[in-house]
């Protein structure tokens, strides 16, 4: 686990330096503690023909810790790596690799030197072979470098893993025609200017290129989502590069290719399982991805909730190793503290646990976490899991967690709903007006009461399925996205959203809705919201964080179980029956509590000078780019306990906060 950066220069108009490499070196400091690297391809040379290339590693060390393994790596023939993440099965793959290159001098015992080899011997096809989360860049040297590079030169490998755990954004540059002379238009057809790739959207912050420019249609995802989907950010010129995707660049070309799609992960549709089949194997792949990422050279430990997904990761590490180190944290408030049932799971598997109790400092952790993303970020529960890496790291390098069983078996209430929904609408139609009287006599409350939640669900069944689903996942309503925008030059153009609503009206017709909704979060929430917040919350504090329930071939078998092997009889069917004899059996019939924070009540409290002095600053976001007026209101009506708009005023919040660190 790592942060990885670069710069390619295919134009005498920006020179990579030492210095521009430094600072982005700088920004990504925070991931990793343990070593800094930086290449040049033109160091001590400045008449070497374009392109320019400059690399830069920082290296949490986790395999091969010793300085054989630090990066910028080379194989001494001409290909340069620069690698966050880990490959589980770079063992496996050595063996293959060794007689494929019998001349080759192994230098290393870790997963790097492989993966460079890796793409030696199969080229960009090298990476439907790897087990793992990654986001790496390979140079390949040209090997005539007296002449001008020609079209069809291809020497960058851009690659991001299959699912999103590891971040990878890119910063493109094309030059005007009159930079370019006869000859280069000539050979290099339609050049790119200048690229810069990097782990973090910060390490752009000091490249005087990069369009830093706000994105105007980004305001408007964001305060529908709380977060920016793929491919885009908060900034004009900086791209987020997809999940499951690698790409090639030369002085003529960008070739991109997608080599898994989360949304539709199997490659064909595989056959019905009976039920009997389909729990071992949910059992059989659950202990095999949780047994492969094991794989460190460090100290490694669990995150653990006591919920059903982080009590089975910590019941399969116990199966591999006997001594397991588990970590949870609690707070005041009950209704957010699960530390007594991590605990109690922790006592049944014979953990060694520690439990946390976070009473933080609230305005120094969200300022923090607020740099730490890059850009806005308003999902509050990354809060506990940055306080959860801070203590988790005091003890481990390496924490392994249940991020991701959700969305692959099935737990979250909103797939029972719109399956009732579903059926609700295909029999007869639904009154609106009645159902939203309900909802509004039932609104109110806190946000994780019956009440509220069943208010919720009324207020969804007057709309049909694939609408339902985007009300119960949005962060704003399109009437509260209007009002913050009104008289603003911020378009109510959609980025993103409309993939949402598409996807699952698409898939929904074709049978099962359910699975739909499913594939939609896998490809859509997974990568922008909860693997975003995982990686950034816990890199801060050079934590690696891994996730078994994104293996893929997990991912691809879970994809295909049927609704009713997922749901029937509650959620998560299938972990339930493969894991039930293993575990304390409250586990699995507590309700869901999410990893939450009570920033609902703090707004009315501690936080609420913060609050108010940040959104309705002279200088603040919400001043300058929305409707103060929209903006009053959503506090008034919290402050006042009429509508709970807790999420949507975090949301703001860390909005105004990047806009501060960015100033």
């Not at 040049?40 to 392109?51: A, K, Q, S, V």
């Not at 080379?74 to 063992?91: C, Q």
């Not at 207020?459 to 209007?482: I, K, N």
């Amino acid at each position: 686990m790592c942060g990885i950066a670069g710069i390619i220069s295919w134009s005498t108009k920006h020179r990579v330096t030492r210095e521009s490499l430094a600072a982005m070196s700088d920004r990504i400091a925070h991931r990793g503690p343990d070593g800094a690297g930086l290449w040049l391809n033109h160091d001590n040379e400045p008449t070497r023909p374009l392109p320019q290339v400059g690399l830069v590693h920082r290296r949490l060390a986790i395999l091969d810790p010793e300085p054989r393994s630090n990066q910028p790596f080379t194989d001494g023939r001409g290909r340069w790596i620069v690698f966050n993440g880990e490959i589980y099965n770079f063992r496996e793959l050595r063996k293959e690799l060794e007689p494929l290159l019998p001349d080759y001098a192994w230098k290393t015992t870790g997963d790097t030197e492989v993966l460079l080899a890796s793409y030696a011997a199969w080229g960009e096809h090298c990476i439907d072979r790897l087990r793992g989360m990654f986001a790496f860049a390979i140079w390949t040297e040209p090997k005539k470098e007296s002449r001008p590079l020609i079209k069809g030169d291809a020497i960058l490998f851009l690659a991001r893993d299959r699912m999103g755990q590891k971040p990878l954004y890119v910063a493109v540059a094309q030059p005007d025609e009159a930079e370019m002379s006869q000859d280069q238009a000539e050979h290099m057809g339609n050049p790119l200017h200048a690229l810069a790739f990097a782990s973090e959207i910060g390490a752009f912050r000091d490249l005087g290129w990069v369009n830093h420019a706000i994105k105007p249609a980004a305001v408007a995802e964001y305060l529908r989502w709380g977060y920016i989907g793929t491919p885009y950010t908060m900034y004009e010129g900086i791209s987020e590069f997809y999940p499951g995707s690698t790409a090639t660049y030369g002085v003529d070309q960008r070739g991109t290719r997608f080599y898994f799609s989360a949304k539709r992960p199997w490659k064909e549709v595989p056959p019905a399982l009976e039920d009997a089949s389909a729990v071992k194997l949910t059992r059989d792949h659950v202990l095999r991805a949780v047994r492969e990422q094991m794989v460190s050279d460090v100290p490694i430990g669990c995150f653990l909730s006591g919920g059903v997904d982080s009590s089975i990761v910590a019941l399969a590490m116990k199966r591999c190793a006997g001594d397991v180190r588990t970590f949870s944290i609690g707070f005041d408030d009950p209704r957010y503290d699960e530390s007594a049932y991590a605990a109690e799971v922790a006592k049944h598997l014979g953990t060694r646990h520690e439990r946390f109790t976070v009473r933080p400092n609230l305005a120094d952790s969200l300022a923090e976490l607020s740099r730490g993303f890059g850009q806005p970020f308003g999902d509050s529960s990354a809060l506990p899991t940055y306080w959860l890496s801070i203590m988790t790291r005091a003890e481990v390098k390496v924490a392994l967690s249940g991020d991701g069983g959700d969305e692959m078996f099935g737990g979250y209430d909103r797939y029972r709903a719109i399956r009732m929904i579903d059926r609700l609408h295909r029999r007869l139609p639904v009154p609106s007006a009645l159902t939203g009287t309900i909802a509004r006599l039932l609104g109110g409350g806190h946000p994780k009461s019956r009440r509220a939640r069943l208010a919720r669900l009324v207020g969804a069944m007057q709309h049909p399925p694939h609408e339902a689903y985007s009300r119960m996942t949005r962060l704003m309503s399109e009437d509260q996205v209007e009002a913050l925008l009104a008289g603003t030059a911020h378009p109510l153009t959609r980025l993103f959203s409309d993939r949402v609503a598409d996807s699952v009206k698409t898939a929904g017709s074709m049978g099962d809705i359910v699975r739909a909704v499913m594939s939609t979060d896998r490809s859509q929430y997974l990568p922008g919201d909860l693997l975003t917040k995982v990686d950034r919350a816990s890199m801060l504090h050079a934590l690696e964080v891994r996730s078994p329930f994104m293996d893929h071939e997990l991912v691809r078998f879970a994809a295909a179980l049927t609704t009713s092997q997922l749901l029937a009889g509650g959620p998560k069917r299938m972990l339930r029956q493969a894991f039930a004899a293993d575990l304390p059996a409250s586990v699995f019939s507590r309700k869901k509590m999410g990893f939450a924070v009570p920033i609902g009540d703090w707004f009315r409290g501690e936080l609420r000078s913060m609050l108010q002095d940040t959104l309705f600053a002279n200088d603040s976001f919400a001043t300058r780019h929305l409707n103060l007026e929209a903006v009053k209101q959503l506090m008034e009506e919290h402050q006042q306990s009429r509508v709970d708009h807790s999420q949507r005023l975090y949301a703001l919040l860390m909005l105004e906060l990047w806009w501060q660190s960015n100033r």
